[in-house]
């Protein structure tokens, strides 16, 4: 007997991956659309998933991997549904008014929630309990998973966003975070970078930059440790492409631990403990077929 199907959305801020796959993960087809607004994004997904239905069989659930803010608190009201977004159009709109069409469950998570649970099931995360996702881009948001489930609290976790210690001797730029000025999204981003220094961090080539950067970081990745007690903490998104990031996180995030807290997972110099993704452009999608799993039950 055939496996069931699954529909799987990567929604990113430029562009959506929607792809029909099995169970098993096999994906069978998949388009890139345009994010646009919702007005024209929405039909052409619509299409794709009935041209996919049509071609290879009705999907039994869908799983969504998204950019935020949005509701992923599944008993409420209004699931789904993208809140406080700047992006024109998006705010109010719902996977729901898309996918309810198809009769099928849908499970909607965060694009870093996905991610992380793709990195957990079969990428750097492999044969972890624990992992702590993190993206270093336009934005910076950590996706921590349990046992195959995304944690949150009341809504998704906000990590980009926590207060530093900023010295501004050492780095008098004010902060690109137009509500907290100098939150570690307000510092570290790649937009920040950008207002700081008139250029990426791969780019400028500055040893000091890279370890400012780096100390900053390293802050939220002592605090993933203090408070998650992660397997495995994984660092992705397009800043962290920058040649000796990885590295200076890693030495910079050991001499923040002081030596605190000894596991085995621990290992010295973190070569081990701080990882890049595996998956590579794949995370995002994967993640979704990952959580359209979930939705199937
Ligand atoms: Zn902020």
Request: charged share 15%.
């Given at each position: 007997m055939g496996q069931r199907l699954i529909g799987a959305i990567e929604a990113g801020g430029t562009k959506f991956i929607a792809a029909i796959a099995t169970e098993d993960g096999t994906i069978l087809d998949r388009a890139r659309i345009p994010t646009l607004t919702p007005d024209e994004c929405f039909p052409q997904v619509a299409a794709f998933f009935d041209a996919a239905a049509a071609a290879?069989?009705?999907?039994a659930g869908f799983g969504v991997a998204s950019f935020g803010p949005i509701d992923i608190d599944p008993t409420s009201s209004t699931y789904g549904t993208f809140t406080t977004?700047?992006?024109?159009?998006?705010?109010?709109?719902?996977f729901h008014d898309v996918l309810?069409?198809?009769g099928a469950p849908i499970v909607v998570e965060t694009d870093v929630n996905g991610a992380a649970l793709g990195e957990w099931q079969?990428?750097?995360?492999?044969?972890?309990?624990t992992v702590a996702y993190t993206t270093v881009g336009t934005g910076i948001g950590s996706g921590v998973v349990r046992a195959g489930k995304p944690l949150m609290g009341f809504s998704h976790y906000e990590s980009g966003h926590i207060p530093l210690p900023h010295d501004p001797t050492a780095d008098p730029f004010a902060g690109h975070?137009?509500?907290?000025?100098?939150?570690l999204e307000g510092l570290a981003s790649g937009p920040a970078i950008a207002a700081r220094w008139g250029c990426s961090l791969s780019d400028l080539g500055d040893p000091a930059a890279i370890d400012l950067i780096a100390s900053y970081l390293a802050v939220l990745a002592a605090n993933l440790v203090l408070l998650h007690m992660p397997d495995r903490l994984i660092f992705g998104g397009g800043v962290m492409k920058s040649p000796g990031l990885i590295p200076a996180l890693r030495r910079a995030t050991e001499a923040r631990l002081a030596g605190y807290v000894k596991a085995p997972q621990i290992d010295p110099g973190l070569e081990r403990y701080i990882v890049a993704p595996?998956?590579?452009?794949d995370a995002g999608i994967t993640g979704a077929i990952a959580l359209g799993r979930r939705a199937l039950g």
């Amino acid at each position: 007997m055939g496996q069931r199907l699954i529909g799987a959305i990567e929604a990113g801020g430029t562009k959506f991956i929607a792809a029909i796959a099995t169970e098993d993960g096999t994906i069978l087809d998949r388009a890139r659309i345009p994010t646009l607004t919702p007005d024209e994004c929405f039909p052409q997904v619509a299409a794709f998933f009935d041209a996919a239905a049509a071609a290879h069989g009705p999907i039994a659930g869908f799983g969504v991997a998204s950019f935020g803010p949005i509701d992923i608190d599944p008993t409420s009201s209004t699931y789904g549904t993208f809140t406080t977004t700047p992006k024109p159009g998006w705010s109010g709109a719902r996977f729901h008014d898309v996918l309810g069409r198809f009769g099928a469950p849908i499970v909607v998570e965060t694009d870093v929630n996905g991610a992380a649970l793709g990195e957990w099931q079969s990428g750097a995360g492999k044969g972890c309990t624990t992992v702590a996702y993190t993206t270093v881009g336009t934005g910076i948001g950590s996706g921590v998973v349990r046992a195959g489930k995304p944690l949150m609290g009341f809504s998704h976790y906000e990590s980009g966003h926590i207060p530093l210690p900023h010295d501004p001797t050492a780095d008098p730029f004010a902060g690109h975070c137009p509500y907290h000025g100098d939150c570690l999204e307000g510092l570290a981003s790649g937009p920040a970078i950008a207002a700081r220094w008139g250029c990426s961090l791969s780019d400028l080539g500055d040893p000091a930059a890279i370890d400012l950067i780096a100390s900053y970081l390293a802050v939220l990745a002592a605090n993933l440790v203090l408070l998650h007690m992660p397997d495995r903490l994984i660092f992705g998104g397009g800043v962290m492409k920058s040649p000796g990031l990885i590295p200076a996180l890693r030495r910079a995030t050991e001499a923040r631990l002081a030596g605190y807290v000894k596991a085995p997972q621990i290992d010295p110099g973190l070569e081990r403990y701080i990882v890049a993704p595996a998956l590579g452009d794949d995370a995002g999608i994967t993640g979704a077929i990952a959580l359209g799993r979930r939705a199937l039950g």
